[in-house]
């Protein structure tokens, strides 16, 4: 039963363009979220994350946004650039659960030159 | 640079051949984990230390055990591995407070003959 859903498995955009990956959760105890990135033969990289008292996280390019009544938060890349092409990972802690995170499957972005 | 290392990067073992992987971290971390990512799917937590503390998913096998001796070293042990096993594992650290972010080691991918 996957609680954090990332239906996209992959991704491509233009260089200079807008990326959007999206990610679903169905648990309401999630209330911390998390993206990593991960490039091949590596491990996954935090990027950004942003707690459910907020709808909205923003550190240069990168913006992460949480509609909670839609169980939904999604990650914008502005201008995506070809390093951005990895896998990119939606992650979630329940409240009162220490440390774990629930991972989805990941999306992999492809920006083109 | 301070960072989780992973040996070895390649890891082949016989069917029912117990199998150790190695995790170590120079970031003096509490907090270990262990993951394990089978294709195409998402990474999936087995177990955590904080500190000495052990914590057990609800769901990890038996099969599968770890031992941390120091803060810088924790340990993977698969008794018996099956073909399933196959899989990269991560590892991972952080500290507190619990919504600092995770940082991960390069994987251990496990093939099994």
Redesign the interface.
Known sequence: D?Q?KQNS?SLSVQEGRISILNCDYTNSMFD?F?W?KKYP??????LI?I?SIKDKNEDGRFTVFLNKSAKHLSLHIVPSQPGDSAVY?CAA?ERGS?????????TLLTVNP | DAMVIQNPRYQVTQFGKPVTLSCSQTLNHNVMYWYQQKSSQAPKLLFHYYDKDFNNEADTPDNFQSRRPNTSFCFLDIRSPGLGDAAMYLCATSRPPIHQPQHFGDGTRLSIL
Do not use: D, I, M, R
């Open positions: 996957q954090v498995p911390y998390l990593y033969a590596e491990g996954p990289t935090f994350s707690s990972f802690k220490n440390y774990k995170l629930t991972f989805g499957k990941g």
